[in-house]
């Protein structure tokens, strides 16, 4: 793995995270217990701060990046995604926040200022417009994202089991 300080800010990884060797990590990161960092991630935390909650995977060739500081926008957007959430493959996170327990789909993009809320299922390859608010509890697909219905009680447990079947595989990958 590629982990780089970036104006003396080194990212921090909680001692059960796993980080695969060729994900690449800059800057203002943290990554919580039992998380998972995929092949060929890049986070760069370098104009803004990153934060991943505990139990989250991000699969691989996934981009996370933040927005810098400036006039219009005197705080930039920090990217900070919750505790128990899968952000499946080539994701692009930009700027937003995602909370708890939502799975995000195989390459779907959300930008600057979006706000994902716990228990959302995020079908592949949607796109969250900048500031768009995605409730809890619910389905949203397309480009851009729609909120498609309620979420069924397996769908619900999906996202549980998601975040948990990583913490296990991630597991198997580390060092013994």
């Known amino acids: 793995m590629t982990i780089r300080s970036y ?4 990212p921090s990884i909680a001692a059960s995270a ?3 060797e060729s994900a690449v990590l ?14 060929l991630c890049v986070i760069r935390g ?3 701060r990153i934060r991943i909650g505990a139990r989250t995977n ?13 006039v219009a926008l005197p705080a930039g957007n920090a990217t900070t995604i919750g505790s128990e959430v899968t952000i499946g493959h080539q994701a692009t996170l930009h700027g ?10 195989m390459g779907s993009v ?8 716990s228990h959302v299922l995020l079908g592949a390859r949607s796109l969250v417009p900048e500031g768009k608010e995605l409730e809890g509890g619910y389905l949203w697909f397309g480009t851009p994202v729609r909120r498609v219905r309620p979420l069924t009680t397996p769908e619900l447990a999906w996202i549980d089991y998601s975040a ?11 060092p013994r």
């Open 26 to 39: 800059i800057g203002d990161i943290a990554i919580g217990q039992d998380s998972s960092i995929w092949p």
């Open 164 to 174: 948990a079947h990583y913490v296990q595989l991630k597991d198997d990958y580390r």
């Open 46 to 48: 370098d104009v803004n």
């Open 18 to 20: 796993y980080v695969d």
């Open 7 to 10: 104006l003396d800010v080194t």
């Open 58 to 70: 991000i699969q691989d060739g996934s981009v996370i990046h933040v927005t810098h500081q400036h």
């Open 96 to 105: 937003c926040t995602i909370e708890d327990r939502c799975l995000i789909g």
């Open 110 to 117: 959300v930008l600057d200022g979006a706000l994902i809320r």
